[in-house]
């Protein structure tokens, strides 16, 4: 009998349990529908008017492709005594805005009987940029694809300037990724982007203007004009006149430049190898063994890069870099090192004066002693944040670049897209005043249209640009 009343306790036990655990349940469901409610309804909110804009056609783009083709990369190493020519349009995978509006295009690069060797993203509106970003590896392509292959129904969406995802579902089941660029695997960030919803808004719209109408004429008349074998010409006017339109645009020649560290020119700045025999153009944050620091630790990354070249570049100094190999084991150990003297936020190290003065700070200890160039973002032009950057080029050293494009971290995954430093090794100026910048960025080189780069910096909430001597 005291078995069998033990045993039907028990039973009323596990029984009530269950109801309780049950309910709680259901009421976990119910509030996960309704944030998921919440975040789908703060995610139809991201509007732009690029849904607005005349579209390019295909041949325009591949044009344009061309142009960049036949001026920027002809001063990259990669593309040295290559045949580079943009991909059949039924390779390109075209990009969104999270509105669905398709805006740009992922562009492959091939080399003639050689297959894909990079990217170039290019504008698809005719007054927006024209490009946005290069790259000379497949993998974001490659990523790209896959993942379209395995959600027919999913689209790329790009995050400009710099930034790839996918979105996948509609309503409620509405999910927004980011590709990780080192690893290339996604990442959801769904959650944060609904809390961001008026960042996201504003960062497609700063993409259409007049002047980028303008200068993507310009462009469309030189390809036309390189196609013909003519040299380029310095405004639209001409143009403008064979259609009869009279209105003269105050886009002028400019003096081409190339300005570039020492050991750019060869594909090198810090040539970091792994046991594999893999070489890297300089660090990646991805490397730190901390998630933490995987999530906030760019800025340091960028101080590992430029502590490292310049302890090659002259043995004044030597000391700042404490290894004598830049092995990808030996420059992560430094990446933490700078990230001890930088301390990021949880969010990233987001003051530019800060990070400048916390390195001088370091290298004095190493017996360096240096002066920091701090220029901001919000406060100089255009033309001057340009001049700054050449400046310290011209003297062989790499340039810091934070850009506090609306950036935020979602604090329960660490994940996020925003702002970024880099390190910027080169700058490009064509006579059409189409500038570029080639930047370390991921352990890898990127090329990024200074335009696009610009805007998106000087519309955000900070940024700006170091370098030290």
């Known amino acids: ?94 990009l969104y805005d999270l509105e669905g509006t398709h805006f740009a295009d992922l562009v492959p690069l091939v080399e003639v009987g050689n297959g894909e060797v990079g990217f ?16 000379w590896s497949t993998e974001l392509l490659d990523a790209c694809r896959k993942a379209l292959e395995e959600d027919p129904q999913a689209q790329a969406v790009f995050f400009p300037p710099m930034e790839y995802g996918l979105q996948s579902g509609t309503g409620v089941n509405r999910r927004i990724y980011q590709f990780n660029m080192s690893d290339y695997s996604l990442e959801d960030i769904t959650g ?137 084991t030996m420059l992560t150990k430094f990446m933490d090192t700078m990230y001890d003297v930088i301390k990021p936020l949880p969010f990233g190290a987001t003051d530019h004066s800060n990070f400048a003065s916390k390195l001088t700070a370091w290298a004095r200890k190493q017996g360096v002693s240096l002066t920091s160039h701090v220029y901001s973002a919000q406060t100089y032009s255009n033309i001057a944040a340009r001049d700054a950057i050449k400046k310290g080029l011209r003297k062989d050293k790499p340039v810091a670049a934070l850009n506090l494009k609306f950036g935020y971290q979602d604090p329960k995954k660490g994940t996020g897209v925003g702002w970024h430093w880099v390190t910027i090794t080169k700058y490009f100026q064509a006579t059409d005043d189409t500038r570029w910048i080639a930047v370390s960025s991921w352990g890898e080189r990127y090329g990024l249209f200074w335009d696009a780069y610009w805007e998106a910096c000087r519309d955000s909430i900070g940024g700006g640009y170091v370098w030290f001597e």
Not at 120 to 135: E, L, P, R, V, W
Not at 202 to 219: D, G, N, V
Not at 250 to 257: P, W
């Open 1 to 94: 009998m005291k078995r069998t009343l033990a045993s039907l306790l028990a039973a009323v036990f596990l029984l009530t349990a269950g109801m309780s655990v049950s309910a709680e349940d259901g009421k976990d469901r119910m509030e996960a529908a309704g944030e998921r409610e919440q975040i789908a309804a703060r995610l139809d909110t991201i509007t732009s008017d690029l849904w607005e804009a005349a579209a390019l056609d295909e041949a325009q783009i591949s044009a344009l492709a061309e142009y960049q083709i036949g001026t920027y990369m002809q001063t990259e190493s990669f593309a040295q005594g290559k045949d580079i020519v943009p991909g059949d349009e039924s390779t390109w995978v075209p």
């Open 120 to 135: 170039i993203t290019m504008g698809a509106i005719a007054d927006g940029f024209s490009q946005y970003m290069m790259g």
């Open 192 to 328: 944060a982007v609904a809390e961001h919803a008026e960042d996201f808004a504003r960062q497609y719209q700063i993409i259409r203007s007049p002047e980028h109408e303008e200068k993507t004429e310009l462009a469309l008349a030189n390809a036309e004009r390189m196609e013909m074998g003519l040299a380029p010409q310095a405004t639209l006017q001409a143009a403008k006149a064979r259609s009869g339109q009279a209105q003269a645009f105050s886009l002028a020649a400019v003096t081409k430049e190339d300005v570039r560290l020492n050991n750019e020119a060869e594909g090198k700045f810090v040539p970091v190898y792994d046991e594999k025999g893999d070489t890297f153009y300089g660090g990646d944050q991805n490397w730190y063994t901390e998630n933490g620091r995987v999530s906030n630790g760019c800025g340091p990354v960028a101080a590992a890069n430029v502590m490292c070249y310049m302890s090659s570049s002259s043995n004044i100094y030597k000391e700042l870099y404490p290894y004598t190999t830049v092995s990808k």
